[in-house]
Each structure stands twice: as C-alpha cells, then as structure tokens.
C-alpha cells in the first residue's frame, strides 16, 4: 500500500535551517509529482511546493520562495524540503503528498501523517 | 496566489444536503477543470472527496458531488450523516504552475 511518512521537524530558532524528508513506499516514486503542503496550528491548508519527477522542475509558493528548496532522490524513493532563513510564521504541520494528474498535477491522492516544524526563540 | 474563498462554516442536520462554494479568479478555476476537494478531520491527514471538478475517487460515497460555474466551484454533501462533520478545502491549479487552497469550510451536523 502507498506510504508516505515525513520525518525531521522539530523546534528550530528564527533565521535557522531545517530538512524535511518524506519516505515513499508501495509505488513508483520516480513516476510522481511530489508536493509539499502545510498546515499552521488552527489555520488550513497552504500548498507549498511541487517538484517534477525527474527533480529538474520546481515551482514553490510566493512565501517560501527564494527560502525554500525542494529535492528528491529517486533512487532512495525519498523527497525533501530545505528550509533556510525560517520565521515564526512558517510554524506549521508540514505533509508531503503525491500528486496526480494527466499532465500537471490536478489533486494530491495520498498524504503523509505530517511533521511538525515549531520556529521559535 | 490568493487563497480561493470559500465559506467559514456551514452546518446542516442529518439527511439534509448542503452545499459549500469556492471563488477562485480566471487565474485558477475560471481556467482549469482542475479543483478538488478535500475533507479533514481533526489531528488527521486529508482525503480527497473531488477531483477534476466532479469526479469521485473510488470509495467516497456517491452523496459526495461536485460542480463548476466560471470562477466558482461547489461541493454538495447530500444525506447528511454525523460521520460527515470535518473541514473541507477546496484546491485548484492556477495559470501559475502551481496550486492554492480555500481557506477551508467548517461543517457542522446538528
């Protein structure tokens, strides 16, 4: 079955770096747009970043871009979020989830359990 | 990237359909087929309920329907069931390459 687990959040202070991962399982990574999606205590879902299969083509959110980069390894059947320069208001519930779509992705199929990333002092 | 609009709450008793909407701009669903939705309940993942605008995922009940009007999509929960009280988001692919969320919709069941 598909699985999708995140690791790597924790409490981070303001200015600093931090690398989310998302194992993959029970599908063929390198044939899927993988995005990254956030969720704020108490606040909805904002998307944050997708990248192409093959890792050549990353498009991100106005508020993390130039910030935040995005990377897989297709050969580990893993996806990352680095994050630099963080700010209290990138606290948040961070899921990595799968995209699906004829061309682009048009709905994500399988979320993560999620990660949390606390920016704080 | 402005978020799409949708309403803060709904509510309805059980058996009943509601309706949530979904305001994007020509940037976003005026363009694309491309909106879905999604239903979360609380300390959960998402699930997608919609996608394509009316197409249902294998496994989410035939109660759940979704339409499209020019910059406004709607989602329709018929036979109100206590089970179906969470939080939906609506999404849609922009001219941008990316993709944005509603603000999120909070359904009750009296």
């Known amino acids: 079955q598909v699985q999708l687990v995140e690791s790597g959040g924790g409490v981070v202070q303001p200015g600093r770096s931090l690398r989310l991962s998302c194992a993959a399982s029970g599908f063929t990574f390198r044939n899927y747009a993988m995005h990254w999606v956030r969720q704020a205590p108490g606040k909805g879902l904002e998307w944050v970043a997708v990248?192409?299969?093959?890792?050549?083509?990353?498009f991100f959110a106005d508020s993390v871009r130039g910030r935040f980069t995005v990377s897989r390894d297709n050969s580990r059947n893993t996806l990352y979020l680095q994050m630099s320069g963080l700010r209290p208001e990138d606290t948040a519930v961070f899921y990595c989830?799968?995209?699906?779509?004829?061309?682009?992705?048009?709905?994500?199929?399988?979320w993560g359990q999620g990660s949390l990333v606390t920016v704080s002092s | 990237q402005s978020a799409l609009t949708q309403p803060a709450s709904v509510s309805g008793s059980p058996g009943q359909s509601i309706t949530i909407s979904c305001t994007g701009t020509?940037?976003?669903?005026?363009?694309?087929?491309?909106v879905s939705w999604y239903q979360q309940h609380p300390g959960k993942a998402p699930n997608v309920m919609i996608y394509?605008?009316?197409n249902r995922p294998s496994g989410v009940s035939n109660r759940f329907s979704g339409s499209k009007s020019g910059n406004t999509a709607s989602l329709t929960i018929s036979g109100l069931q206590t089970e179906d009280e969470a939080d939906y988001y609506c999404?849609?692919?922009?001219?941008?390459?990316?993709?944005?969320f509603g603000g999120g919709t909070k359904l009750t069941v009296l």
């Open positions: 999404s849609s692919y922009t001219t941008s390459s990316t993709l944005v």
């Open positions: 990248i192409s299969t093959d890792g050549n083509n990353g």
């Open positions: 020509s940037s976003d669903i005026g363009t694309y087929n491309y």
């Open positions: 394509e605008v009316s």
């Open positions: 989830a799968r995209g699906r779509g004829p061309t682009v992705t048009t709905y994500f199929d399988y």
